[in-house]
């Protein structure tokens, strides 16, 4: 996770760079940094804001900042000790002081942390509007149409078959061709997740890892075609992954499955893990289809969670930790943005 982490920020810098050079805004520096003050102003004026306004007004600074970062790219008299390279840090840090406190001005939902997500996610316009993104959509939505496996012991020796065989990806379409091989596991595993032996769904995840940690540490080195597709098709596989897994969960929990106490601590990691590991890039490539699905299981969470805790008179408590979760996921997407 802390490798995809780095991959995905050096990505993100990749586009920021970039876009800085489609869409200037302010011909000097000057300008830059006057537009930046009068965002600053303008956040100042407000005493709170829905999620809604909050979500519009920070991509707005990030487009603003975006643009400013393109002018002062083109000043060659500015470093980092220039007066107006300090009077821009010290707006810029006024700005995201102002927008945690907005966010933080009434309490908020989980719901309204995915939503939040969901529409800064800078590269999503851009996303939606690329065909290799709509390919790569096509693609994964074909792959449901494959059968799963007919019981849980033909998943586990498929799956592990697959991955002790799999060798380092030398070509993209060897990568295209494994994701659809290993999907078929996943997804099939999902259907009896709570069959599975937590000691048997860690080994998995051990190999697993060890097949694509290889890929991720080789991704993301340079800015090309091929690594911005292959960097597309891993994240999207990642969303897909951590979506259909909260949703088997889900299933299970309300089909009132039976779950020893370990399955169940995994249940509850498996559940938050989505408001946790969705990223500015994952959340950008998510489908229509997966940013609904992420905002009913917001709302669906708490009862969620609440049924996994056999004691009684869980409700508050429940209710608590997803606040207490709401707070953190929100506190660490802004970091992570701003």
């Not at 065909?131 to 994964?140: L, T």
């Not at 989505?274 to 992420?294: C, G, H, N």
């Not at 056999?310 to 979760?325: F, G, I, M, P, S």
Request: aromatic share 10%.
């Amino acid at each position: 996770m802390k490798v995809k982490k780095l991959i995905v920020f050096g990505m993100t810098m990749m586009f920021v760079l970039a876009s800085c050079n489609q869409h200037p805004s302010f011909s000097s520096s000057q300008e830059a940094l006057d537009g930046c003050k009068k965002q600053l102003q303008l956040l100042k004026q407000k005493q709170d804001a829905s999620i809604e306004e909050l979500s519009s007004l920070t991509s707005t600074w990030l487009e603003v900042q975006d643009s400013a970062y393109s002018a002062f790219g083109r000043d060659s008299s500015l470093n980092l000790k220039s007066p107006m390279a300090v009077a821009y840090f010290m707006v810029s840090d006024s700005i995201r002081t102002e927008i945690a406190r907005l966010a933080f001005s009434k309490p908020r939902q989980l719901r309204e942390v995915m939503y939040f997500k969901q529409h800064t996610a800078m590269q999503k316009e851009k996303m939606e509007k690329s065909d290799i993104y709509r390919d790569a959509v096509k693609y994964y939505e074909k792959l449901d149409d494959y059968p799963i496996y007919s019981s849980l012991q033909e998943t586990m020796s498929a799956y592990s078959s697959l991955l002790s065989s799999a060798k380092p990806f030398r070509q993209g379409d060897e990568l295209i061709k494994f994701i659809a091989l290993e999907d078929k596991c996943f997804r099939s595993l999902m259907k009896y997740l709570s069959q599975v032996k937590p000691e048997d769904l860690q080994q998995l995840t051990l190999a697993t890892t060890r097949v694509f940690d290889g890929l991720y540490s080789s991704v993301g080195t340079q800015a090309d075609e091929v690594n911005d597709r292959t960097m597309l098709y891993l994240s999207m596989r990642f969303n897909r992954r951590i979506v259909q897994n909260a949703l088997a969960c889900k299933d299970d929990i309300l089909s009132r499955k039976r779950l020893s106490t370990a399955q169940k601590a995994n249940y509850r990691w498996m559940l938050i893990q989505p408001f946790m590991a969705i990223d500015d890039y994952s959340a950008a490539v998510l489908t229509k289809e997966q940013r609904e699905q992420l905002l009913s299981l917001s709302d669906d969470l708490p009862g969620l969670l609440e049924r996994l805790d056999a004691k009684k008179h869980v409700r508050d408590k429940e209710n608590n930790l997803t606040e207490v979760l709401s707070d953190y996921f929100l506190k660490s997407y802004l970091s992570s943005i701003l």
